[in-house]
């Protein structure tokens, strides 16, 4: 937990998710398989680490970042519905972010819609080829993230793509772009009000909220900027999402057997409907958003 969180923030550990608590893989169902595994492997770019039948993972090394499940009998939902905002991919150095930038501009260059200086971390956005957000990102160290009165200190700052990639792209990125690791670094998400997504994520789940801002929650754990965030810019008053393409699941990944345990118990104390099946635990969120919890290894 940050220092800079004022007394009147600070709850007991028991209401808290751990503070090594992480995000998993962001599952989609897709429409067309063959098509968004080439944007994630020649775009991003990741790398196919499994492939069995209707599902395919992508990811970096052992890590996987993106589970796309075929699905071409659902609807693509509408653009007001509540689900995925973004999936937020973190690279380790900017060679590396800048590397996978530049692959994204090669492959695909009609899927990027904006860049951002956010003080906390660098950032570029892009629309994946069935409507879905991905941000690809690289956070300053911590110690030069600012706290006032509770909140992390974020802006939207115009960052130049042009000028990034002359800063930081190297010769050996331009050719091979799976340059280090990646990972789920925040999953964000269109949700129908935000004192809903406060009382579940925070006061039920046990996240920390990090930012208040324009319409958008942002909560961690451990002191992270944000793992997760929920806004109503697209979505205000949506209600429970029906079944589509889009997100899947959202992945939670805590330290042990015995914070999922903990977790557990929390969210029953609070009537939250838990499907455990031994070795994850799964619940919806208001919206029907699928959410999964497993131990990180």
């Known amino acids: 937990m940050p220092d800079s969180l004022s007394s009147a923030d600070v709850r007991p550990a028991r209401d808290l998710l751990a503070a090594d608590t992480a995000m998993g893989p ?7 398989l063959d098509g968004m595994i080439r944007y994630y492997t020649e775009g991003v770019p990741l790398r196919v680490l499994t492939a069995v039948g209707p599902t395919a993972v992508l990811g970096r090394g052992t890590t996987p970042v993106v589970v796309l499940e075929h699905a071409p009998e659902l609807r693509h939902a509408s653009p007001r519905d509540a689900g995925l905002f973004h999936t937020a991919i973190l690279f380790e150095s900017e060679p590396a972010l800048a590397a996978a930038v530049a692959s994204v501009a090669r492959h695909a260059p009609g899927t990027f819609t904006g860049s ?4 906390v971390s660098k950032a570029f956005y892009f629309t994946d080829p069935e409507g879905n957000g991905v941000e690809l990102y690289w ?3 911590r110690t030069a993230w600012s706290w006032t009165h509770g909140q992390v200190e974020m802006d939207v700052i115009r960052l130049d793509p042009q000028g990034y990639l002359s800063e930081h792209l190297t010769e050996a990125g ?7 690791g990646a990972s789920v670094g925040h999953v964000h998400l269109s949700v129908g009000d935000v004192e809903t997504a406060r009382r579940f994520y925070v006061n039920q789940l046990g996240f920390e909220t990090t930012l208040d801002w324009n ?13 997760m965030a929920m806004n109503v810019w697209n979505s205000a008053g949506a209600g429970r999402r029906g079944r589509t393409l889009g ?3 959202v992945d939670i990944a805590l330290p042990t057997p015995d914070d999922i345990g903990a977790t557990t118990e929390r969210l029953r104390h609070h009537g939250v409907a838990i499907r455990d099946d031994g070795a994850t635990v799964s619940f919806e969120d208001p919206w029907a958003n699928l959410v999964r919890l497993s131990t990180a290894a």
């Open 26 to 32: 962001v599952t989609l169902r897709v429409a067309d």
């Open 215 to 227: 319409g958008a929650l942002f909560v961690s754990a451990g002191g992270y900027h944000h793992h």
């Open 247 to 249: 997100l899947g699941t």
């Open 174 to 180: 331009a050719a091979d772009p799976i340059v280090g």
């Open 116 to 119: 951002a200086d956010h003080l």
């Open 139 to 141: 956070d300053r160290d």
